[in-house]
C-alpha cells in the first residue's frame, strides 16, 4: 500500500471509530446524570485543552524526526485512554470527573493525529499535490464520519453503549497495524527551508505569538484568517439553527436529522470537487468562492420556508467549508517552515477555534430575541457586505497560489 493509501485510510479509520466514542459519550452523560448542563461541562472541558495545549503538542511533534513512530504511538495511547473509558462504564462507575479527565487524556492523544499528518505530507508529497493530498483526507474523513453517525444511529437500539468504545479502541488498533506499512523515507526531493524555522519563536503556550509571526511574515493570510473567525462564530451553532428551523418554521422536529445529513454531504461533495478540479482552480477562487457561498446559502436556509430549497442551501453551505478549510491548510503547508509547521499551523487553527464560544454562547441568545428567520436576514445581508467589500478590495490575493 502505497503512503497515500495508508494516510488516507488511517484517517477514514480514525474518523469512523472516533465518531463512536464522540456520539456515546455524549448518550452515556445524557443517560448517567439527566443534565445538560453535565453535556456542555464535558464538551467545555474538552475544548479548553484543546486551546491551551496547541501550541504544545505542535511544538512537540516538530521535534520528532521520526513521525511515524509517534503516529503509531499517539495511536496506541489513544487505545489505552478508550479503554480506560470502557472499563468505567463497564464497572459503572458513575464519576462524572472521571469521564471528564478520560475524555480529555483521549482528545489529547487524539490531538497528535492532525499536525502529524499535516507535517507528513509536506515530508513525503511535492508542493504542488498538497491540496489533492488534503482534498482526499476531506473526503475519506467527511465520509467515515457519515457511516459513523449512521451506524451508531442503528446500533444505539440494540447494542449497549458501552460496546460503541470497543468500536473506537478496535480502530487504533487498526491504525497501528496499518501505520506499520507507512514509509517515512522522503519521496521527493524539494529543498527544506529549515533556517527559516527559526524566524517563528515565542513561548512555547503563546499560540498567538506564533500567529502573530506568521501573518507577519506573510501578510495575504490576514483576510483569510478574518474571514475564518467570523466563519467560526456564524456556524458554531449549527445544531441550533437546525432545530430553530426545523421546530419554528415547519413544525416538525425529526427534520433536525435530515438537515444534519444534508450539511455533512455538502461537505463531502465539496470535499469530492476540490479533488476534481484543485489543478485547474487557483487556492485563491476557491476561497472566495467559498466567502460567497456562505453568506447566500444562510440566506437560502435560514429564509426559505420550503423543505427542497432549504435543504439545497445547506448542501451549499457544507460545501463551502471544505472550499476554504482545504485551501487554507494547504497555503499554510506552503508558506511555514517544516521545522516549524505542527507549531504555527497547530495555533492558527487553535486560534480560529478559539471564537466557537462566542457563536456557541451568543447567537442562541440572539435567536431568542429574534427569532431564526429574522437572525439569518439579518447576519446573512451583513456577512454577504462584508464578503463583497472583501473581494472588491482584492483581499482575497493571488500571493495565496
Known amino acids: 500500500m502505497s503512503n497515500k493509501n495508508i494516510i488516507l485510510f488511517s484517517q477514514f479509520i480514525n474518523e469512523f471509530g472516533s465518531g463512536f466514542s464522540r456520539i456515546a459519550l455524549i448518550i452515556l452523560v445524557t443517560d448517567w446524570f439527566h443534565n445538560p448542563i453535565y453535556v456542555g461541562i464535558l464538551t467545555f472541558g474538552v475544548f479548553v485543552p484543546e486551546i491551551l495545549l496547541a501550541a504544545p503538542v505542535g511544538y512537540f511533534v516538530d521535534k520528532k524526526s521520526h513521525l511515524k513512530r509517534l503516529l503509531v504511538q499517539s495511536s496506541l495511547a489513544s487505545a489505552i485512554s478508550v479503554i480506560a473509558i470502557f472499563l468505567c462504564v463497564y464497572f459503572k462507575v458513575k464519576s462524572f ?5 478520560g475524555a480529555i487524556i483521549y482528545d489529547i492523544f487524539s490531538g497528535f493525529f492532525d499536525p502529524i499528518i499535516v507535517k507528513l505530507t509536506v515530508r513525503l508529497f511535492e508542493k504542488g499535490d498538497y491540496n489533492k493530498i488534503n482534498a482526499a483526507i476531506s473526503t475519506a474523513r467527511t465520509s467515515a464520519g ?51 524555522g527559526e524566524e517563528y519563536k515565542s513561548n512555547i503556550w503563546n499560540s498567538f505569538g506564533f500567529v502573530k509571526q506568521l501573518l507577519h511574515d506573510f501578510p495575504p493570510l490576514v483576510p483569510v484568517l478574518v474571514t475564518a473567525l467570523l466563519f467560526n462564530i456564524l456556524l458554531a451553532p449549527n445544531s441550533v439553527y437546525f432545530a430553530q428551523i426545523s421546530g419554528e418554521v415547519f413544525r416538525n422536529v425529526k427534520l433536525i436529522g435530515v438537515m444534519d445529513s444534508f450539511f455533512s454531504m455538502g461537505f463531502l ?4 470537487i476540490y479533488r476534481l478540479t484543485s489543478e485547474r482552480v487557483n487556492i485563491h477562487t476557491f476561497l472566495q468562492i467559498a466567502i460567497v457561498q456562505v453568506p447566500i446559502s444562510f440566506l437560502l436556509f435560514g429564509e426559505s420556508q420550503n423543505i427542497v430549497i432549504t435543504l439545497l442551501g445547506l448542501l451549499l453551505l457544507g460545501a463551502a467549508l471544505p472550499f476554504f478549510n482545504i485551501s487554507s491548510k494547504t497555503v499554510l503547508q506552503r508558506v511555514i517552515p517544516e521545522s516549524r509547521l505542527a507549531t504555527v499551523s497547530n495555533s492558527y487553527f487553535s486560534l480560529i477555534n478559539l471564537t466557537q464560544p462566542i457563536g456557541l454562547l451568543g447567537i442562541p441568545i440572539l435567536l431568542n430575541l429574534s427569532g431564526i428567520r429574522r437572525f439569518s436576514l439579518i447576519a446573512g445581508i451583513a456577512y454577504l457586505g462584508v464578503t463583497l467589500m472583501i473581494l472588491a478590495t482584492g483581499k482575497i490575493s493571488t500571493a495565496l497560489d
Open 97 to 101: 470527573a472521571l469521564l471528564v479527565i
Open 146 to 196: 457519515l457511516f459513523s453517525g449512521v451506524l451508531v444511529t442503528v446500533f444505539t437500539g440494540f447494542v449497549p453503549i458501552k460496546y460503541l468504545f470497543l468500536f473506537d479502541f478496535l480502530s487504533y488498533v487498526v491504525i497501528s497495524l496499518v501505520l506499520l506499512g507507512l514509509n517515512e523515507h522522503r519521496e521527493v526531493n524539494h529543498p527544506l527551508n529549515d533556517s527559516a
Open 269 to 272: 461533495i465539496g470535499s469530492i
